[in-house]
């Protein structure tokens, strides 16, 4: 269904509250209920073993991979004491399995037939060698700090990159990529089509042939890492063996599943930026579907960077179709909400969104943040001072809002903070106190209303305390670690931040300053965003964005 008119929009809780005469958090645990109860129904299959070195001596802290190929699943669980490893909620199918751990890994098992209400059996033996560490970096990239425009030879096209790729990117986001022919063909495409969505001048095709032959030539391809050499090398030990992973890859592997969001029923959702839909994944059922935005003009959407309201209701940016959307996903209902690009300066879609709780959306500009009421469809912007002074854009990237209400956005290209007091008007920058550059990327409040920002060139967090606004840098465990989304676990007050240039997801505890890692299946799973289930906050969910398009969480159990 579609609402083409600007209007608010009833969330599911207010109807179930005046069909139930219910609350929200008992319709929800209800929900939450009902759901697990159909998960131990639907999905009681169970897998077991032990994991051995070549010699047979059980190995308790390795991690554990099963791969159902024909449900595009994959499973990862931690092997306990006596080397045991269990995992339980399986659907019907059959199972191969991995063993990896210290400086060895097993080869895949031969499948092995997981049923309904029974558990199956397979031992793994660690007898191979891994293969060498992975270096911290972005995927298929090399280390920022290995590459430069100035080693790139003179050329029309090095021209093309610092022209027209860098409206919307730094250089060093293509000086360190290293790509094969067909994949830069595909960005530039993508690129192109961006360009023309938002209005901005293409390319030639004769400018796309020569940025491709002179990327391929000068920035040739990395080869596709080895799966495991990520996953450290140390055996895990303690609280971070209990945890488990489910993640389930697209059939469109290329979609770009960009950024990941929870729904008050614990269901995940996902952007995809190149496929143009948005991916729905069952925790409980482990069912994957599809929805997408209404289509007028454009041949698909750019979903971009969502969030979903505790009633219910989805908000992303779509620039193809120059607005942006709400969906009430109980009711399969859109809203478009045209954009008014007479009025902002910018293109339609910023990195990220914010839901304050006045009921507005606001969403991060090019050295601007955007306001959206949709109780009057009244739109409001404001600048920085740093594009005021330079007439440059300082970046606008992660957002959010602290315990006074005011929203503060990370201003990634000029390493600065900036604060906007939607009441007043007022916007205040801040510099990050850091000695090395920065590069300020996605951020979240804690229940104090302090704010915390993933610093992903530095890998430090950044705390900016709400009421005096002092800053201080806290160091992850993990050198060149590349800290990006951060999201806080409202009910115990539990940081969580991925850790981007090295494949794990990690909680940090903000009173005892303790830090736990939880490696993820494989290497370059390009983890952009985090969210934490608010009625599981054992649920940790993410996507990936690079190379694999999936979607999946993390559990601890």
């Not at 994991?51 to 306990?80: C, I």
């Not at 550059?437 to 915390?452: K, Q």
């Not at 606004?469 to 993990?478: G, K, Q, R, S, Y």
């Not at 794990?504 to 005892?512: K, L, Q, S």
Request: hydrophobic share 35%; net charge negative.
């Amino acid at each position: 269904m579609l609402s083409a008119r600007n209007q608010s929009v009833i969330g599911l809780t207010v109807l179930l509250l005046a069909a139930g005469g219910c609350s929200q958090q008992a319709t929800t645990e209800n929900v939450a209920g009902a759901a697990n109860e159909a998960a131990s129904e639907t999905h009681s299959g169970m897998l077991e073993g032990v994991v051995t070195d070549s010699a047979g001596k059980p190995l308790a802290g390795a991690f554990v991979k099963l791969r159902n190929e024909t449900g595009r699943l994959t499973f990862m669980v931690v092997s306990r004491d006596g080397g045991h490893f269990f995992a339980d909620k399986l659907p019907p199918g059959s199972y191969s399995v991995q063993g990896v751990g210290g400086d060895f890994e097993s080869d895949w098992s031969a499948p092995v037939r997981v049923s309904n209400a029974s558990t199956a059996q397979t031992d793994v033996t660690l007898a191979l060698n891994r293969a060498p560490n992975l270096p911290p970096a972005w995927p298929r990239r090399i280390p920022e700090d290995e590459a430069s425009m100035d080693d790139l030879p003179d050329h029309p096209a090095k021209q093309l990159i610092t022209t027209a790729c860098t409206v919307c990117h730094t250089e060093w986001l293509v000086v360190t990529s290293r790509y094969d022919r067909g994949t830069w063909e595909g960005s530039i495409e993508e690129m192109r089509e961006y360009m023309t969505g938002v209005g901005m001048s293409d390319l030639t095709d004769e400018d796309a042939d020569m940025l491709v032959d002179y990327l391929v030539e000068n920035l040739p391809p990395l080869d596709p890492p080895n799966p495991n050499s990520r996953f450290p090398r140390d055996f895990v030990q303690g609280e971070a063996r209990n945890y488990r992973v489910v993640q389930y890859d697209l059939e469109n592997l290329g979609a770009e599943t960009h950024d990941v969001a929870v729904d008050p029923w614990g269901i995940g959702w996902a952007n995809q930026r190149i496929g143009g839909k948005i991916s729905r994944f069952d925790p409980v059922t482990y069912e994957y579907s599809e929805v997408g935005p209404p289509l007028y003009t454009a041949t698909r959407a750019r979903p971009g960077n969502l969030q979903i309201s505790r009633e219910g209701i989805m908000w992303l940016a779509d620039p193809f179709e120059t607005r942006w959307l709400s969906y009430d996903i109980a009711a399969d209902d859109w809203t478009d909400w045209p954009f008014p690009t007479d009025e902002i300066r910018g293109q339609v879609q910023g990195n990220s969104l914010t839901l304050h709780p006045d009921g507005t959306i606001w969403m991060a500009g090019p050295g601007s943040a955007r306001r959206l009421n949709p109780a009057t469809a009244e739109w409001s912007t404001w600048d920085t001072p740093t594009w005021n002074d330079t007439q440059l854009n300082p970046g606008g990237y992660g957002i959010t809002y602290d315990g006074n209400g005011r929203v503060w956005m990370a201003e990634n290209i000029v390493d600065k903070m900036a604060r906007f007091d939607g009441e007043t008007g007022e916007v205040v920058e801040f510099d990050i106190p850091s000695d090395v550059v920065a590069y300020p990327r996605r951020m979240d409040h804690d229940p104090s209303g302090d704010v915390w920002v993933g610093l992903w060139s530095s890998g430090d967090i950044l705390k900016i305390d709400h009421e005096t606004d002092e800053m201080t840098l806290i160091t992850p465990p993990i050198e060149g670690s590349g800290a990006y989304s951060i999201d806080f676990d409202e009910t115990n007050g539990y940081m969580w931040v991925t850790l981007h240039k090295t494949d794990i997801i990690a909680r940090y505890n903000t009173e005892t300053g303790e830090w736990l890692m939880f490696p993820l299946p494989q290497a370059e799973t390009d983890v952009r965003r985090i969210e934490v289930d608010r009625n599981n906050p054992n649920r940790i969910w993410w996507c990936s964005t690079s190379n694999n398009a999936r979607i999946g969480y993390i559990e601890l159990l």
